[in-house]
């Protein structure tokens, strides 16, 4: 049968303690309501609709195009918010897949086997269960004789009723036009005065119509209503996204100490050491080694390179080069094959060339180096004046002395050396000698008389 998927995403999330909704707080590096859509969308519904307490372009923005948008303006439970959406689907004929945003951890797999399961059962609706050890803040599957016979949520149970283990998740695949017809039944006879999706079990049941259970396991239908409960899901899809890279020939080391989020990249044959965090669209290329103690951030590594100890965002690191111990390679920045870039330095929007080394303890900001050049330790390039800044071009084959100080626009040619120590204003020919610095005064006796004068001071 057809089938649409309307997301509830309207909750407040009031124990989340945040001006942010409470769906668009990441895991994994993304919203959560980002991977329930992204799960749902594999099942090439006809409609994806969410349920927003307001529209917000930020939704729009995250989610795109394949999502469309109803309101709830007024929060009277999840009856209501699923009732917004019969406008969309007032034409559609088929399953309607009723899912939670803040449900991250639910899997297309799981879906997929969920409508199958329906279609095959006839039954009117079929209810996503799970046994949990302490179903505390869940709703309550009662049956009778083995079958589905009402829903009843915590605020409304009986202490008997508490103890049941079997709990309702909130996920349903029911027909469109019977989910319509039977809210409209739905009235608000409870504590809260809300209109509850489960009341529509209670009505099928009533009616004499059949109500499937589906069970999935615990971890499928976690929810996030706190920060807590947060960091507990975005371990458990941390693990799930490491135990896939160790099935795909990546190599992790320490997986308890990694973490990678799930746009990240990565080819066979790659080492994750420990205490690595890979971030967004991060791509590792085959046989590289990345950490310990890194982070890289929307950067592309190449084939067989080696990064240690560093920060890398929104880079590119060509094959076979070294990162590190202790660089920060910053955005806009291409460090070329076969290249080093050492210990405690920085590279930002800079150009760096193929064979060229940075070795350690200097700066490389708005600078094309080209191949082959050696800079010695200790450099800078000069590249802000205060109020704009400019570039800094080393020609291949240049060896800059330690120490170098370019007071950006400034051009070193083909070959040419910088001495140490040297302030370089203006452009250095290729194949010269660019020095500056003052002339050495070697004054004979010094440390003698600065001896004798402290000795005299004490007597």
């Known amino acids: ?13 009031t124990r989340m303690k945040s001006k942010l909704p409470k769906v668009l707080h990441h895991v994994a590096g993304k919203p959560m309501v980002s991977h329930v859509v992204k799960e749902a969308l594999k099942l090439k519904p006809s409609r994806l609709i969410l349920v927003l307490a307001k529209e917000s372009e930020n939704f729009k923005e995250i989610l795109g195009d394949d999502v469309e948008f109803v309101e709830q303006k007024e929060q009277l439970g999840t009856a209501h918010a699923v009732g917004q959406a019969q406008p969309l689907l007032k034409d559609f004929k088929g399953n309607v897949l009723i899912l939670y945003g803040d449900t991250p951890l639910i899997q297309y797999q799981e879906l997929e086997k969920l409508n199958e399961f329906h279609n095959k059962s ?14 505390s803040g869940y709703g309550r599957i009662i049956r009778s004789d083995s079958k589905i016979v009402r829903i009843v949520e915590e605020k409304e149970a009986s202490e008997k009723e508490k103890a049941i283990q079997e709990i309702n998740s909130g996920m349903y695949v029911i027909d469109s036009r019977m989910l319509f017809e039977k ?4 009235q608000p006879d409870n504590n809260k005065k809300e ?4 009341d ?8 004499g119509l059949d109500v499937g259970a589906f069970e999935l396991g615990a971890e499928e239908v976690m929810g996030v209503n706190s920060r807590k409960e947060l960091a507990a899901v975005s371990r458990l899809i941390n693990q799930r ?7 795909n020939g990546v190599t992790i080391n320490d997986p308890q100490t990694v973490y990678i989020e799930s746009d990240v990249q990565i080819e066979p044959d790659c080492v994750v050491q420990p205490h690595t965090f890979l971030k967004g669209n991060t791509k590792l290329g085959s046989d590289c080694e990345v950490g310990p103690f890194s982070q890289v951030i929307d950067s592309e590594i190449g084939d067989k390179s080696k990064i240690t100890f560093s920060v890398i965002e929104k880079a590119k690191i060509n094959s076979q080069s070294v990162i590190g111990p202790y660089s920060h390679i910053r955005p806009g920045t291409v ?8 210990a405690f330095s920085e590279v930002k929007n800079s150009q760096i060339g193929a064979r060229s080394k940075v070795p350690h303890l200097s700066y490389i900001g708005d600078a094309q180096i080209e191949e082959d050049v050696n800079i010695g330790a200790g450099s800078i390039t000069c590249n802000y004046d205060g109020v704009k800044k400019e570039k800094t071009v080393i020609k291949k084959g240049a060896f800059i002395g330690s120490d ?7 051009t070193i040619g083909e070959n040419a050396v910088t001495g140490a120590g040297s302030v370089i204003t203006d452009d250095v020919p290729a194949n010269s000698l660019g020095l500056e610095r003052s002339e050495q005064k070697n004054i004979a006796d010094y440390a003698k008389r600065k001896k004798k004068k402290k000795t005299d001071s004490r007597q």
């Open 241 to 247: 996204i490491i135990n896939e890279w160790l099935e």
């Open 200 to 207: 529509v079990i209670g009505i099928l049941v009533d009616e």
């Open 195 to 198: 209109y509850y999706l489960t």
């Open 122 to 135: 006839k039954a009117a609706a079929s209810v996503v269960t799970a046994k949990l050890d302490n179903p």
């Open 183 to 186: 809210i409209e039944k739905v």
């Open 404 to 410: 170098t100080m370019f007071v950006a626009p400034v």
């Open 1 to 13: 049968m057809d089938l649409a998927v309307v997301i509830l995403a309207a909750g407040s999330g």
């Open 335 to 342: 460090v070329g094959e076969n290249s080093k870039i050492g």
